[in-house]
């Protein structure tokens, strides 16, 4: 069986006030149960899907590399429909973990408005877990989890402030979520994706809405030790996904790629070189989308969760001027 444990620790609040206390949660737990979709009837699975219409949506604006350029156009298709099923994984493996998160949530927020929102997202997370499963083994195969994404779901989960998995799931994750279906919606030609991530927008924005709501009523009301630690909190989160320090110290760089490269021709060590080389090229980096710098940092400006104490942290990796 492929699976693996983390303790986690969540003392369940029970409300026995059942009005109406945050009156825009409220509001969004309505609109949550009337946009509510099915992935086995709402998505055109009856058109296929070409890879070469999917695209490499890893990179879907980038100038292909030198390796990649000296493949043959069948090798060239078959590395882009790799790289999307790698990416996709990841965000499958997202999907699970805010399907868990957010089932804390259920249990750990204090208030019944957050506590039914928050029910309604465990079911939208379900049915992502089954769209981007369904879709992935078109392209490919579900590849492993990377290890920044993987600290920062274990992170949150095991996180003992309700504050804190609301803002590393809520305003980061599924910030940078938005951020990518919206990239990756721009470029692909296939159809049935185009669907998939039109829907699945739609719930990320509640998702998201969700955050802000409840972060800009809660987080005035910490206390100051608790504030500074859910400030840490979400610097540590962001600097998970957000910096690879094997690429700025030039280890490994190609590890995490290796598997989807294998049996296309590739020179490793050439790939790898030139992989670092754009990684470490300060305007390739600054031309390039950034969910983090556009979606998920401005939203933790928003919430007030941007000090002068961690400011500079954030300027010093740039995300933030």
């Known amino acids: 069986m492929n699976f693996e444990t983390i303790d986690t620790t969540v003392q369940a609040l029970w409300r026995y006030d059942y009005e109406t206390n945050i009156k825009a949660l409220r509001d969004l737990y309505d609109v949550a149960k009337k946009e509510q979709w099915d992935a086995a009837t709402d998505i055109p699975w009856e058109i296929e899907t070409d890879p070469a219409q999917v695209g490499d949506m890893s990179a879907p604006n980038m100038e292909p590399m030198d390796f990649e350029k000296a493949l043959s156009k ?37 208030d019944m408005d957050a506590k039914l929102y928050a029910s309604t997202q ?37 996180a003992d402030l309700w504050q804190m998995k609301c803002v590393g799931m809520q305003v980061i994750a599924e910030s940078i979520a938005m951020g990518g279906f919206k990239t990756m919606m721009k470029f692909t030609n296939d ?19 969700y955050g802000l709501i409840y972060m800009k009523d809660a987080i005035p009301k910490m206390n100051e030790v608790d504030r500074d630690r859910l400030e ?81 942290k954030y300027r010093e990796v740039g995300l933030a001027s």
């Open 74 to 110: 069948e090798n060239q298709i078959e590395l882009a429909k790799r790289k999307s099923a790698h990416l996709l994984s990841n965000f499958l493996h997202g999907e699970q973990g805010a399907m868990m998160i957010c089932g804390q949530l259920v249990e750990v927020v204090p």
């Open 122 to 158: 465990v079911i939208d997370e379900a049915r992502h877990v089954e769209v981007f499963h369904r879709y992935i083994t078109r392209l490919d195969r579900v590849y492993p989890i990377i290890p920044g994404l993987k600290a920062l779901l274990n992170a949150v989960l095991q």
């Open 191 to 209: 159809e049935v994706f185009r669907k998939v991530v039109t829907l699945t927008s739609q719930d990320e924005a509640r998702h998201v809405s």
């Open 232 to 312: 840490d909190f979400a610097w540590t989160a962001m600097t998970l996904l957000a910096t690879t320090p094997e690429l700025r110290e030039g280890q490994k760089a190609a590890d995490p790629m290796a598997v989807v490269y294998e049996g296309l021709g590739i020179d490793m060590k050439k790939a790898a070189s030139e992989m670092l080389s754009r990684a470490m090229d300060p305007e390739y980096v600054k031309a390039q989308p950034n969910p983090f710098r556009d979606y998920a940092y401005p939203q933790l400006e928003r919430i007030g969760l941007l000090t002068e104490r961690t400011l500079p």
